[in-house]
């Protein structure tokens, strides 16, 4: 069984940084992680995925140049800096971890953070 808490999440201004944090219990070992998000309103859409050994990452357009996710093992840890936000990238941001070592925009995780909210003010 794995757990999953995110963190970090917060209002700030467009233009403005935010590092979210996700802290994993139990086993990540193989797996690929992943960021989503989810708008009011919206359907929960893929942000990135990082594999396991973090070397291969997939990001979606509107966040490419802008948001690096990236992980640390030793810690089983994984962390989405964001940068330049803007007012669209409003949302609930779930960290999400895959029982395999799969690199992918698909929004199907096994294992669910709980979600912190993200709130970018023009």
């Known amino acids: 069984q794995v757990q999953l808490v995110e963190s970090g999440g917060g209002l700030v201004q467009a233009g403005d940084s935010l590092r979210l944090s996700c802290a994993a219990t139990g086993s990540t070992f193989g797996y690929a992680m992943g960021w989503l998000r989810q708008a009011p309103g919206k359907e929960r859409e893929f942000v990135a995925v990082?594999?396991?050994?973090?070397?291969?990452?997939k990001y979606v357009d509107s966040v490419k140049g802008r948001f690096t996710i990236s992980r640390d093992q030793a810690k089983n840890m994984m962390y989405l800096q964001m940068n330049n936000l803007k007012p669209e990238d409003t949302a609930v941001y779930y960290c999400?971890?895959?029982?395999?070592?799969?690199?992918?925009?698909?929004?199907?995780?096994?294992?669910w953070g709980q979600g912190t909210q993200v709130t970018v003010s023009s």
């Open positions: 990082i594999n396991w050994r973090g070397g291969v990452t």
């Open positions: 999400a971890l895959r029982r395999a070592n799969v690199i992918s925009t698909s929004t199907e995780y096994d294992y």
